[in-house]
């Protein structure tokens, strides 16, 4: 804190020069002051390309292929809609700065070097921007469809620029042909994991990592190499560790269904991705997360059902959880969490859920270590 002291006449006036920065996010459970929600809004099947076909649900492939271009469907968007503003709502009332996105008109067109896509969505900040400390970061993303998403919320960062953030760019790929693997096809099962990226140029996605003060958790996947997490870690320095796990997920791509770092000392996993809890968590409290109960009939286009793990911490104890995840609930109320319920369902279809549709700019804290040496 700067006190800065001026002396008036005979009076001493102590102006308050404290610099509050509007980006200070450090690990996901600081208590939390300001978060960007994203938008349905605009919502369109992408152009098909290879790099989708690993990380979509099988079933829903086809689905893609034959709608690509094409806007989700308009009731789908508009009861996604719904849940985003009671989710608004529920934010509001727990005393939290909640921004919005601008749409995008995601039908259109755009190329760079050599191909061309149509966009897919701005409903999932938490993939395309990397909040760590004072600073954010637009990611550089491997699906061509996601290549100019981070529009949508550039009047976000140019306001929080003007504020005193620190504003950065990872170095913007090509997304040419090298940087995919044309011969990508599923793997048998006793066959390791397959990714359908190269080491071509950095890519990633802020979802395969997640923050616990000085160590930061991180996978690669089919839309984050090596490359991209050198890069990061290279351009935070040596202040921050970032630590790769491997986890038992065949189709890998965003952590925060896998491992979700709850509170100091406390961790969700996902039971069957997360069969040996990694030596880093010594010391810490481990809940398995509950099979997830969302019916085999409900349409989600983009993940598995451990989307039920894709929780939001509003500070240590608080978390937003979906409201009929009743399994979920329980096991938080009995783990000593205070579940903060609001209706989901049909977000989740669009491929995430309260951590994927946010990002938390500013939590109440500062850099710490959590992890035993
Ligand atoms: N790709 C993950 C979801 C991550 C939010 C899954 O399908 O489980």
């Given at each position: 804190?700067?006190?800065?002291?001026?002396?008036?006449?005979?009076?001493?006036?102590?102006?308050?020069?404290?610099?509050?920065?509007?980006?200070?996010?450090?690990?996901?459970?600081?208590?939390?002051?300001?978060?960007?929600?994203?938008?349905?809004?605009?919502?369109?099947?992408?152009?098909w390309h290879i790099a989708l076909e690993p990380v979509l649900p099988e079933n829903q492939r086809e689905t893609f292929r034959?709608?690509?271009?094409?806007?989700?469907?308009?009731?789908?968007?508009?009861?996604?809609?719904?849940?985003?503003?009671?989710?608004?709502?529920?934010?509001?009332?727990?005393?939290?700065?909640?921004?919005?996105?601008?749409?995008?008109?995601?039908?259109?067109?755009?190329?760079?070097?050599?191909?061309?896509?149509?966009?897919?969505?701005?409903?999932?900040?938490?993939?395309?921007?990397?909040?760590?400390?004072?600073?954010?970061?637009?990611?550089?993303?491997?699906?061509?469809s996601?290549?100019?998403?981070?529009?949508?919320?550039?009047?976000?960062?140019?306001?929080?620029?003007?504020?005193?953030?620190?504003?950065?760019?990872?170095?913007?790929?090509?997304?040419?042909?090298?940087?995919?693997?044309?011969t990508w096809t599923e793997p048998e099962e006793d066959e390791p994991t397959r990714l359908v990226i190269t080491e071509f140029e950095p890519t990633f996605d802020a979802a395969d990592f997640t923050r616990m003060g000085r160590d930061i958790i991180a996978q690669k996947s089919n839309v984050t190499n090596d490359f991209?997490?050198?890069?990061?870690?290279?351009?935070?320095?040596?202040?921050?560790?970032?630590?790769?796990?491997e986890?038992?997920?065949?189709?890998?791509?965003?952590?925060?269904?896998?491992?979700?770092?709850?509170?100091?000392?406390?961790?969700?996993?996902?039971?069957e991705r997360v069969p040996k809890v990694p030596s880093i968590f010594k010391g810490w409290d481990v809940f398995h997360a509950p099979t997830p109960i969302i019916p085999d009939d409900h349409t989600l286009y983009m993940t598995s059902k451990w989307i039920n793990m894709n929780i939001l911490m509003l500070d240590e104890e608080r978390v937003v959880v979906e409201r009929q995840d009743e399994p979920m609930i329980s096991a938080l109320k009995r783990w000593g969490f205070k579940p903060v319920p609001c209706n989901f369902r049909n977000f989740n279809s669009f491929g995430g859920s309260f951590h994927c549709a946010t990002l938390d700019v500013r939590r109440r804290g500062r850099l710490e270590s959590y992890l035993l040496d």
């Open positions: 804190m700067i006190n800065t002291h001026t002396t008036v006449k005979t009076e001493t006036v102590i102006v308050d020069t404290t610099f509050t920065c509007p980006v200070n996010s450090f690990n996901e459970w600081d208590p939390l002051e300001e978060v960007i929600v994203g938008t349905v809004d605009g919502a369109s099947f992408p152009s034959l709608n690509a271009g094409k806007p989700f469907p308009a009731e789908r968007v508009a009861a996604a809609r719904t849940e985003l503003e009671e989710f608004v709502h529920i934010l509001e009332c727990e005393g939290v700065k909640v921004r919005r996105p601008e749409s995008m008109d995601n039908l259109k067109s755009f190329s760079a070097l050599g191909w061309t896509s149509t966009g897919l969505y701005t409903a999932m900040p938490r993939d395309v921007l990397l909040v760590v400390g004072n600073e954010i970061i637009e990611c550089p993303p491997a699906w061509r996601r290549y100019f998403e981070t529009c949508g919320y550039r009047p976000l960062l140019k306001e929080y620029f003007r504020e005193g953030a620190k504003w950065s760019m990872a170095p913007k790929p090509e997304l040419s042909d090298e940087q995919y693997d044309y991209g997490i050198e890069w990061l870690q290279r351009h935070l320095g040596d202040q921050y560790r970032i630590h790769v796990l986890f038992n997920d065949p189709h890998p791509m965003h952590i925060d269904a896998t491992l979700v770092p709850m509170a100091p000392g406390k961790l969700l996993i996902n039971p």
